[in-house]
DNA sequence: CGCCACTTTGACTGGGATCAATCGCTGTGG
DNA sequence: CCACAGCGATTGATCCCAGTCAAAGTGGCG
């Protein structure tokens, strides 16, 4: 048995009782790799499964039948995918590997069982659920209320932030596998209009990149520009459960 | 006993037992006034409760340091509210009364302990949390990839839908008890530029506004231009644990 | 070495913002 | 019963951020 991302994620939020870390490991079992571009599932799906991802990126996307592409959200190790479709059976955006990644999939129905027999785990999805509302929340403040240079700028600090919460260290140098117009279409601008803009921004020497790497040179001038709220802070669990055993 | 609004919405969702249909009335009592107007909560408070709303229309919105606003969702009968700030402590979004409003509020180691009794309604709510996630999806997808007057659009249609969902009926028009500043806010436009596209939107004989008053004229054409998706199906239920008693 | 995907750059256009008045309704107090 | 205040709606003039169209540059890879 390998390690478990999804264990690895949550036992940050909460200390697992043994019998909890089982549940979830059980829940990340027969990884499958998949190279960069792959879909695994395409908007409109009947989806019955779920995913954690163990290595690698992904991006859910949405697109207009005018053709233009939203995208939703990237996926990053120990992230649990696929819950937005739990709802009703159609997946509501695709999911597109961004990079090589290996995935765990597992039924529904595990989820449920898993409620079952741990509602403190319950009550941790439940949290993790509304954290992510708050995480579209903030983008959607982003596209509604501010112009391109804070929206990328707000992007990138965000994306940071959530591979600084999965390392663990705080490194201004960040991976971001992604081209100019996956940028745009993530922040709602063009991608001739992004390049124009990092170049400003690389002039105003807040950024660099070059290729997938990107540097957070002036990261205070970046929180100023986009008034980025990192809302990584601890889990509030006083309201949970009781853990089972 | 007054009739549990949070009972009549979720019941629509799934047959619920007695006890379950007790444990979901018992969040919602003792409910209190707010006249239109009024701060539930701002943003950044220390909430330790949510809150069920009974009657009236609610708006949580976020301000940018510069002032400008931005709307991020719309809370009607039967929704709760304060669930965002359940994972950190401080509540990321400020909550108004948009009308005069009834609303219950409770502890939340009351939905630990119904998470703990009822495994069901943990994976109901886990459902509802998901719904308002596609929710801020499509708001997302609206603001970053279409024009103003899709947005507009887009925001009347998905009102109009969940009303329908709330009150059972289809009737095209619908009262949204919003100013143009708000409508504006809620898309990512100026109140000036959403007075001409309504104009516009009339002149194309799409709807009509008086006031709190939204007629949906061509409801067809509003769908076609906005590239709405009703979401509202039936919930999947298929995966949750059995109930208990 | 040549294709292909991505980036860079320029010229022009347009949707929506901004600034600034004016209008109209409604509630309130003299 | 009227005057006035205040909020929201309407409208015009002007500006600018970002989109569109088009072409050339760069670098990795088969």
């Not at 499964?49 to 163990?54: F, G, N, S, T």
């Not at 159609?90 to 597992?106: E, G, L, Q, Y």
């Not at 596209?143 to 992007?155: E, I, P, T, V, W």
């Amino acid at each position: 048995m390998f390690d478990s991302c999804f264990v690895a994620r949550l036992k940050r939020y909460l200390d697992l009782t043994p019998s909890e870390r089982e549940a979830i490991a059980g829940l990340e079992r027969d990884p499958k790799i998949y190279p960069a571009g792959t879909v695994l599932w395409t908007e409109g799906d009947d989806v019955t499964e779920l995913m954690i991802v163990h290595q690698g990126w992904a991006l859910s996307e949405t697109r207009l039948t005018s053709g233009r592409r939203q995208i939703l959200r990237f996926h990053f190790s120990g992230d649990m995918i696929g819950a937005s479709g739990i709802a009703f059976r159609d997946a509501p955006s695709s999911i597109v590997a961004a990079t090589d990644m290996t995935v765990c999939r597992f039924p529904r129905q595990a989820l449920g069982e898993t409620f079952a027999a741990h509602p403190r785990l319950a009550a941790l999805f439940f949290s993790i659920s509304q954290m992510e509302s708050i995480d579209l929340s903030d983008r959607l403040r982003s596209l509604g209320r501010s112009d391109g240079k804070a929206r990328l700028a707000n992007l990138f600090l965000s994306i940071s932030a959530r591979m600084r919460a999965v390392t663990g260290e705080h490194n201004p140098v960040v991976r971001i596998p992604l081209t100019q117009t996956d940028l745009g279409d993530a922040v709602g601008l063009t991608q001739v209009h992004v390049n124009r803009l990092i170049r400003q921004m690389t002039e105003e020497k807040l950024i660099t990149r070059n290729r997938a790497t990107v540097t957070l040179v002036d990261e205070a001038g970046l929180v100023d520009l986009a008034r980025f709220i990192d809302r990584f802070g601890t889990l509030d669990s006083s309201w949970f459960p009781p853990a089972n055993t």
